[in-house]
């Protein structure tokens, strides 16, 4: 089930946690499989194979993606818009859906999965939805920002141009 907020800019839905895989590329159906099949084995080294399926709610908004546990509201994961590289429904499992995010502070990239009933395919597009409005609002704003710095050069430009007329005025009169 989905709910949206009072603002309408925040959707979450309850899904099944399956895990959270550190996975060697960004991008692709066959990490998302790599990352299904890494879960299916135990792992004694490694807590997050080991944890149960978890019903969890997956917040979605145009800065991020926000993992919290079902009973207590306890952030899990979050992964900003930005860092998302990827996002599908494994094709083996229709039902089972995940996506790749590089981890903000070091150079790797994790993937989490997740399993949904009915909104494995809904939420793939939503996702995508979301990261390309998250990455066309960034290219605006980088845009402006652009504009802001060029115009701020020119500006820095005329201003000297002024002083050096105005040095060469002064230089005629006397």
Do not use: W
Not at 7 to 25: A, M, P, T, Y
Not at 31 to 43: G, M, P, R, V, Y
């Amino acid at each position: 089930m989905s709910d949206t907020s009072e603002d309408d800019n925040e959707i979450s839905f309850r899904v099944k946690f399956l895990g959270r895989v550190e996975v060697v590329r960004p991008v692709g159906l066959q990490i998302l499989d790599e990352a299904a099949q890494s879960l299916k084995t135990t792992d004694k080294y490694s807590p997050e194979k080991a944890a149960k399926k978890s019903k969890v709610h997956l917040f979605l908004s145009l800065s991020g993606i926000d993992i919290l546990e079902n009973k207590t509201k306890f952030l899990l994961y979050t992964c900003p818009l930005s860092t998302v590289s990827f996002c599908a429904v494994l094709p083996s499992s229709p039902k089972v859906f995940g996506f790749v995010a590089k981890h903000p502070a070091a150079d790797m990239y994790h993937c989490y999965l997740f399993q949904s009933k009915t909104f494995s395919h809904v939420l793939v597009s939503v996702i995508g939805d979301a990261f390309r409005i998250s990455k066309k609002e960034e290219n605006i704003r980088g845009g402006r920002d652009l504009i802001v710095e060029a115009l701020r050069h020119k500006n820095k430009m005329l201003q000297k141009e002024n002083s050096e007329l105005k040095r060469r005025l002064a230089g005629q009169t006397d």
